[in-house]
């Protein structure tokens, strides 16, 4: 391990508990009379209708299926970028491919219409 | 080497107590990771408490833009202890637990959106060699943790076990994704410009800073790091006109205090990201030769300052715009990242790349301000069309608009999700996608 | 120090908690998490043998394939993630249904 | 024991405990949550294994779009989630024993050749400069034609396709709507 990682690894330990101390603390301090009416979910002021499941468009899928696209985009992106310095006219055409490639995809979307919110 | 009690003073005003310390107490394995937790306690603690500060200002700075006076009971004259009053209300509050609720991920919400904002500061260069950790892969490490809050957003949508955070979560997380993208490419360019994904090198780059090499880039940088902190005008996380308060309607207490903590840690990280990124970090013009050399013991504190004053000042902008603008639709906010913003940074990406390496390879007599110059010239040009063809589409939208019948383009609005009704499908299963809520739908 | 077996038994255990997965479940979404579990075993044995063997390696140049195809796997997971994801969605769409079981289109 | 045991079996800890809930737990969406803290697990072995990048890596693509989409199909096709079903199917039991009989293999394998072998004891001494080197030497690699750039091509063919193909088929077109 590499030691400014230990750093990071140490961090993702440390870094829940600052939330859970607050959460703690209100605990203790707070009341605890817990009762039905108290604990229905906000409905606009009527009493709440069946459970939270509503059916969810395909949209937020499309959407969600683009960015995880252009996240794999940008491993690869990342480690070009930073070796920028050392790279040549060729690199910089391989990587120009890569972009154009992905952004037919993107094309691909938008002509189908599906990047349009309806 | 003992201990002396003067030169840890002198070295925190250095700040560098933690080299000192390490000197003092020798390179055994628990040294580091003392000074490790002594670091992340301060790089952790220091954010959070400033998100009093923070909320205050922000609080006072509104209202004197919308013409009121602000918090001005609590603490004296100025409202100076208005946070910590509401602070200490949300502690003594009840801890509601909404009935139905997913307990694990109702609770683990909150807690992962504090955890991944504080944990985004480990790597903010504050002033020369005052860092949390260097990470060789920094701006890397900063995207990887911010999308790991999205999470943190679904967990609050599902625990709660209510519509309207359900949807707000949906709505949220669509609009968070959908954002990062440009985010992820407006990053890439400092990074080709400076050759380097650490935050800390990035900076020693700068001695120009990139926001005159690229400034269009910047912009696209600042508008999504604008709505990746859910802010005006892009704050549908918690339009409370359609989704009462979005993820979060059933959270009170401490509970909304984590969220609310978080978010303002999310952009006082953003402020230092762009800061670092594309203002120059601690450097400053005349400045900087005082900040990076070492002769000058404030030289540190003095990066230190200019970090902070350079973070206010977008922070200032930040405020600004919520004072300004009203909010967008969301048909509107995705539109214009994914039809304008993303092919227009892809189009800045290639660009860039190019570029540099063509006159890296081939001019490199013109020097640094050379450099800048036909980047800056390439990036307006770049700019410029692209508002062009903004400008052509949005007239063609008009025009279609207008020789529509009025009565078609009533509809056509109504199409578009302003009501939640219009957003939830009516659960006959079969065709989840775009009907139109208002129109019947058939049976199958 | 760490072993390097200690990984691949990690691995190994991962591997096999997700074929397990990927036999036994019946919901499609469910099987695909199972997939995704030995992916990742995969890769933990890719870095493991990188850090272990490839780095020692005399080249002029670090050495980066454990990395390169661990990198390649993960792309590899997100297409198969997204075009699996979308075709259950699609079957739910016109079978109602998610069970892998029950998706016998083809035999009929 | 040293630090990076403790962390290394903490860490295995997570990652084998969340695996084994995502494959025996009936509420879905809890078996995401085990899966996506299954990666931070493995993320930590990479973290162990000097590969911070991989790390990276792992939680932006795993856990900040995987899961999200994995979660996203969840919830869309929800119906089904209830647990009024059993989660296994009839050959659960055969899927054990190929699990128990895959990993006997493997660790036969593994106790063959890797276990207390001296020359794979410890992580083999490596200058840090080797090792912060590796992230750019990697964005070189991608795109040397002596190392990777054809299958770095491919990647970005694959990917869109993949694109293209579910936008395909997770898209409700006319048609569909009347086979339906």
Redesign the interface.
């Known amino acids: 391990m590499q030691s400014e990682w230990q750093f990071i690894v140490l961090f993702v330990v440390i870094a829940p508990l600052l939330a859970v101390a607050p959460i703690l603390i209100n605990w203790l301090l707070g009341p605890k009379k817990p009762n039905p009416i108290k604990q229905q979910t906000y409905e606009c002021g009527v009493e709440t209708v069946g459970d939270a499941w509503v059916q969810f468009k395909v949209q937020y899928y499309i959407y969600a299926l683009v960015f995880v696209i252009f996240d794999i985009e940008a491993v690869f992106l990342f480690p070009i970028a930073a070796a920028y310095g050392q790279l040549g006219l060729f690199a910089i055409g391989a990587t120009a491919v890569f972009i154009v490639l992905l952004a037919d995809g993107l094309l691909y979307a938008w002509g189908r219409g599906v990047l349009e919110w309806i | 080497m003992s201990f002396n009690i003067g030169e840890f003073i002198s070295s925190i005003f250095d700040l560098t107590a933690g080299d000192y310390l390490a000197s003092v107490w020798g390179t055994e394995p628990w040294v580091s990771v003392v000074l490790d937790i002594l670091g992340i306690l301060i790089v952790a603690t220091i954010p959070l408490l400033s998100v009093f500060f923070v909320g205050l200002i922000e609080r006072k700075v509104l209202a004197r833009m919308q013409d009121r006076i602000g918090p001005n009971r609590v603490g004296g004259k100025y409202g100076l202890l208005q946070m910590f009053a509401d602070v200490v209300k949300m502690l003594t509050k009840e801890l509601l637990v909404p009935a139905g609720a997913d307990k694990v991920a109702y609770f683990l919400a909150p807690i992962l959106s504090l955890a991944t904002s504080a944990l985004l500061f480990a790597v903010v260069p504050f002033a020369p060699g005052v860092i949390g950790t260097n990470l060789g892969v920094g701006v890397f490490y900063v995207l990887s943790i911010s999308s790991v809050s999205v999470v943190a957003l679904l967990l609050a949508g599902w625990g709660s076990n209510n519509k309207y955070a359900l949807l707000g979560a949906f709505r949220a997380v669509a609009q968070l994704v959908s954002y990062e993208v440009p985010m992820i490419l407006s990053l890439l360019v400092p990074i080709i410009l400076a050759s380097s994904m650490s935050t800390m090198e990035i900076v020693e780059a700068q001695a120009i800073p990139f926001v005159i090499f690229a400034p269009i880039s910047a912009l696209i940088f600042f508008v999504s790091s604008l709505a990746e902190t859910g802010r005006s005008p892009f704050d549908l996380l918690e339009a409370e006109s359609e989704i009462v308060a979005g993820f979060h309607t059933e959270y009170s207490g401490m509970v909304f205090g984590l969220f609310m903590a978080a978010e303002y840690m999310g952009i006082m990280f953003m402020c230092f990201l762009f800061s670092t990124t594309y203002l120059g970090g601690y450097r400053f013009f005349g400045l900087e030769e005082i900040v990076v050399g070492n002769g000058f013991q404030l030289g540190r504190l003095l990066g230190l300052f200019i970090t902070i004053f350079k973070g206010a000042l977008v922070f200032f902008v930040f405020m600004w715009l919520r004072a300004t603008l009203p909010r967008l639709r969301i048909d509107q906010l995705l539109n214009f990242n994914w039809k304008f913003m993303v092919p227009l940074m892809l189009m800045i990406l290639l660009t860039v790349a190019l570029l540099d390496r063509l006159i890296l390879d081939y001019i490199p007599q013109v020097g640094d301000a050379g450099r800048a110059g036909i980047h800056l010239v390439s990036n307006i040009i770049i700019g410029l069309a692209g508002i062009e063809v903004l400008r052509r589409s949005a007239r063609r939208q008009r025009q279609r608009h207008n020789t529509t019948s009025t009565v078609l383009a009533v509809a056509e609005n109504e199409g578009a999700p302003i009501f939640v009704a219009a957003e939830v499908e009516p659960a006959y299963g079969h065709d989840d996608h775009g009907h139109d809520a208002h129109a019947p739908v058939p049976a199958h | 120090m760490i072993p390097l077996s200690w990984y691949l038994l990690v691995a190994a255990l991962l591997f096999s908690i997700g074929l397990y997965g990927v036999m036994a479940r019946r919901n499609a979404v469910a099987i695909l998490m199972s997939v995704e579990l030995m992916l990742n075993a995969v890769n933990i044995n890719l870095i493991a043998f990188w850090r272990y063997g490839s780095v020692l390696s005399p080249a002029t140049d670090t050495p980066t394939t454990g990395w390169a195809w661990a990198i390649f796997v993960l792309t590899v997971a997100a297409a198969e993630a997204a075009v699996g994801l979308a075709l259950i969605i699609s079957v739910y769409r016109r079978r109602d249904s998610v069970i892998a079981e029950e998706l016998d289109l083809l035999k009929n | 024991m ?4 403790v ?2 079996i903490l860490v ?1 800890f997570l ?2 405990g969340t ?2 809930v ?2 025996t737990n009936r509420n ?6 085990a ?2 803290a ?2 931070l697990g ?1 993320a ?37 989630m209830q647990a009024r ?5 009839s ?2 039991g ?3 024993f ?3 009989a ?2 006997a293999l ?2 036969a394998v ?2 063959q050749f ?4 001296d020359a ?5 001494d ?1 200058p ?1 400069t ?16 002596e ?3 054809v ?3 491919v ?13 395909y ?4 077109t006319v048609h ?2 009347d ?2």
């Open positions: 040293t630090l990076e045991q962390i290394f295995s990652t084998l695996g084994i995502v494959v879905l969406f809890h078996a995401a949550l899966m996506m299954s990666f493995v930590g072995l990479y973290i162990l294994l000097d590969a911070g990048f991989l790390a990276a890596a792992q939680l932006l693509v795993y856990i900040g779009a995987i899961s999200i989409l994995i979660i996203f199909a969840i919830m869309l096709t929800r119906r089904m079903e059993a989660s296994f199917n050959q659960s055969l899927g054990l190929t699990a128990v895959t990993f493997l660790a593994i106790g890797w276990w207390g072998v794979f004891n410890g992580r083999p490596v840090d080797v090792l912060q080197n590796t992230v750019s030497s990697l964005g070189k690699a991608f795109v040397s034609p190392a990777y750039v299958p770095f091509i990647a970005s063919v694959l990917l869109l396709a993949a694109l293209i193909g579910a936008i088929v997770a898209w409700p569909a709507e086979e339906a």
